[in-house]
T-cell receptor, first 115, second 116 residues
């Protein structure tokens, strides 16, 4: 069975400081990995994905994520956080070999960027 | 494309009533997912379809919940009878199947269900 873990319920960071949101995953095959962001009273918005190739992927709004196969991690990063980055962030995985292409999400991490 | 369209956006119903949530996926997407989001349990996958066929419904909490996808452009999630603990935001998402290039799922705005 595939799974995703986001060990931190909440991350607090001062504006202008680096932001990291952690994610680890478990799949039987090779993973497709995703990050989504959710603002209050909205649906989930796609930020970035790792499919294959370069382990460092860049996405929307200055976010990037690094795929680490040996540590089965896909941490989300932003060099300089903005107050507007305050939101709920979800990591997700799809197993390339799983029948039916199931998409599994982590529990989410709330990010609070303080001015 | 207008994206994934869910209706209604808000639903308030009395306990015991039947509730039907609707979803129109993005045209050409083969996979459709229904999720439920609550403060206590986070984002839960209820059921997903591939090419209109249910693949995994192990996340459906009880027999009171049922989902259908009669064609590629429409899906419903029904709760009958509804209970207060069903109150949540229900999301529908669609994506191309793996191997078709773009692999990310696109979410609707959700239906906020309140059962009183």
């Amino acid at each position: 069975a595939q799974s995703v873990a986001q060990p931190e319920d909440q991350v607090n960071v001062a504006e202008g400081n680096p932001l990291t949101v952690k994610c680890t995953y478990s799949v039987s095959g090779n993973p497709y990995l995703f990050w989504y962001v959710q603002y209050p009273n909205r649906g989930l918005q796609f930020l970035l994905k790792y499919i294959t190739g370069d382990n460092l992927v860049k996405g929307s709004y200055g976010f990037e994520a690094e795929f680490n196969k040996s540590q089965t991690s896909f941490h989300l990063k932003k060099p300089s956080a903005l107050v507007s980055d305050s939101a709920l962030y979800f990591c997700a995985v799809r197993d390339m070999k799983a029948a039916g292409n199931k998409l599994t999400f982590g529990g989410g991490t709330r990010v609070l960027v303080k001015p | 494309d207008a994206g994934v369209i869910q209706s209604p956006r808000h639903e308030v119903t009395e306990m015991g009533q039947e509730v039907t949530l609707r979803c129109k996926p993005i045209s050409g997407h083969n996979s459709l997912f229904w999720y439920r989001q609550t403060m206590m349990r986070g984002l839960e996958l209820l059921i997903y379809f591939n090419n209109n066929v249910p693949i995994d419904d192990s996340g459906m909490p009880e027999d009171r919940f049922s989902a259908k996808m009669p064609n590629a452009s429409f899906s419903t999630l029904k709760i009958q009878p509804s209970e207060p603990r069903d109150s949540a935001v229900y999301f529908c998402a669609s994506s191309p199947s793996l191997g078709q290039g773009n692999t990310e799922a696109f979410f609707g705005q959700g239906t906020r269900l309140t059962v009183v």
